[in-house]
C-alpha cells in the first residue's frame, strides 16, 4: 500500500469511507469532512492491509496472516510501479521482460530509456551506450500482420533490436557494442518456398541473391528503397548454391537437379546450362581467374569448368559427397567438406585448373554429419593468419587455422557443439572487431533466431541473438560494407538487419 488519506464526510448520508493517495500529510475540518492524512512511514501495523483483504478465518495465526499480507502488498506494489513505468515507454511484453532482467546496478549506470512508437516509423533513437539495445525490442505482434503481405519487397521498417538468451545473458560487459542492432532494414518474403542460400554481391553493399527450395533465384537491392531487380527461374529442384562472378555480371548456380547454371544479372536470362550425373551441391568462381567454375556435387567429386564453353577442365575424387566448399583469396586453394564430415585441402593451379588434394581433417566424433558451411578468412586476431570456419548438421562449429606454407594445412584451435540440427543451418564469420580478441560467429537455429557467438569463451559463449523470424532460420550472411546482416528462414522471409553504428 502506498500513502492513505481516509476521508470522512459527513454530508454523506451513509458514512461513506474512501482512500485517497497524497504526498503531503493535511489535518483540517473543511465544510463538515474531517480529513486525517496517515503518512506510510508511521504505519507500523500490518494489521491495516489486512483489513483491506479477505478477512482470517478464526483458526489462523493473526500475526503470521498479517506480515505475509504485508509482504505481499509490498511486492505486488513494487511490480505495479514496474509495469506502469513500462507502459510509459510504449513497448511489449518482450521488452517489459528483458527490462526486469537488468542488472543490478542498473540505476547506477544512468542510461536513459528510449523510446519507440508506431509513429515513428519504426526508427529508434540512437543511444549513447549500447548496454540499452538490451531494453529496445518491439513486441512481433505490431508487424507480424504484414510480414505475409505478399508484397515483393517491404519497405516498412519495423524495430526489432537483439536481446540475450536467457541462458547466456552477457556478464559485466553488457551486449557486445559491435553486434547490437538497431532493427530490420527490410524484409523479402515474396518466396513461397524456404530460402536455402543467400549471399551480397562481391565487394557490394546493396546487392543481394537468395535461392529457393522451388528452384527459383532472386536478386534484389537493399539500398534505400529496396526492391527484387530480377527472378531467375530454370532449376526445377532445390537450389543448394550461387556464387556472384568477381564484377557481379553474373551468377552461376547448382541444384539439386544435377544442372548447373550460368545467369547474366543484366538480362535476368540463363545463357548456360551444364548438365551432370548427380546433385550439384556447391559452386565457387576462382577468385583471380574467373573463367574457371568449381563444382562439389554428389558423386563425390570436384568438377572445375570452363566457364566460356562449359566443358570440363578438371576433375578430384573425394571419399564421399562434396556438400560445401572456398577458396582462399589467392585461389591457390580450395577447401570443402563432406558428407562425412571431413575437411579437404586442395590444391589448384590458376593457369591450368590442375587440383591435387593436399590434407585431409577428419573429425573425432563418432557421429559422420554433412558439412553445412566452409568459409575462410585472410585474417583473424585469434589466429594471426588465415582461418577456416566450418559447421555441420550436428551443430559442430569448428575454427581452424590455415599454414598456407605447407599446402593450407589446418590446425583446429577451438570449437563449439550447438544443438543438432534437422535442417542444413549455415553459419558465417562476422566482421573483424579492432579492440577485441575474441572470434566471432552468426549462425541460424531452428528456434527461429539467429545467434551469435564468441568460440574464444569457455562459457556463457552466446553474446547477443536476433529476433524476428517464425521459421527456423537457415542462411545468414553479411555485406561488403558490414553494415547489413541478412537471414533466410524455412518459409521463405528474408529479414536483412541494420546493424548500430559504433565509434
Known sequence: MAEGTITNDSSKGDGATEIQNNNDCINSTDNGTNRITIKKANVKDPEIFSCLLQPATSDS???????????????????????????????????????????????????????????NSGRWISTPSPLSHLFEVESWNSSSRDLRSGTLASNHRTSFSSSISDSDRPRRRG??????????HCIFDQCKAAVTVLKFGHMSSDLLAYGASDGTLT??????????????????????????????????????????????????????????????????????NNNFLSVGNANKEITVFNFSTGRIIKKSVFDSEVTSMDHDHAGQLIFCGDAQGCIYTVSMDSHTGA?????????????????????????????????????????????????????????????????PRIHSI??????????????????????????????????????????????PVIGVAWNHGENLLASSDLYGVVIVWKRAKTS
Not at 246 to 274: F, H, P
Open 426 to 471: 549455415r553459419a558465417s564469420f562476422c566482421p573483424l572487431l579492432s579492440l577485441d580478441k575474441g572470434e566471432y560467429i552468426v549462425a541460424g537455429s531452428e528456434d527461429s533466431n539467429v545467434y551469435f557467438y564468441d568460440l574464444t569463451r569457455p562459457r556463457h559463449t552466446c553474446v547477443n541473438k536476433l529476433q524476428g523470424h517464425r521459421f
Open 355 to 419: 587440383l591435387s588434394r593436399s590434407h585431409r581433417y577428419r573429425s573425432s566424433s563418432k557421429q559422420k554429419c554433412p558439412v553445412t558451411t566452409v568459409q575462410y578468412r585472410s585474417f583473424s586476431l585469434l589466429a594471426g593468419g588465415p582461418v577456416l570456419l566450418t559447421c555441420t548438421q550436428d551443430g559442430s562449429l569448428s575454427f581452424f587455422s590455415v599454414a598456407l606454407e605447407i599446402q593450407g594445412y589446418l590446425t583446429l584451435r577451438c570449437s563449439l557443439k550447438l544443438t
Open 219 to 288: 536478386v534484389c537491392t537493399v539500398s534505400e528503397t529496396p526492391s527484387v531487380m530480377k527472378q531467375l527461374k530454370g532449376h526445377s529442384k532445390d537450389v543448394t548454391d550461387f556464387d556472384f562472378s568477381s564484377n557481379n555480371q553474373y551468377i552461376a548456380s547448382s541444384s539439386m537437379d544435377k544442372t548447373v547454371r550460368v545467369w547474366e544479372l543484366s538480362k535476368g536470362l540463363c545463357i548456360r546450362v551444364i548438365y551432370g550425373v548427380s546433385s550439384q551441391m556447391c559452386i565457387r568462381f576462382h577468385p583471380v
Open 175 to 184: 551486449v557486445e557494442p559491435a553486434y547490437s542492432f538497431v532493427g530490420m
Open 61 to 119: 495465526d493473526r500475526d503470521y496472516i498479517g506480515i505475509r499480507r504485508y509482504l505481499l502488498a509490498r511486492k505486488a506494489e513494487s511490480g505495479f510501479h514496474r509495469r506502469l513505468d513500462w507502459r510509459c515507454n510504449g513497448k511489449g511484453y518482450v521488452a517489459y521482460r528483458n527490462y526486469i532482467r537488468r542488472p543490478r546496478n542498473w540505476e547506477n549506470l544512468q542510461l536513459p530509456s528510449l523510446s519507440s512508437t508506431p509513429g
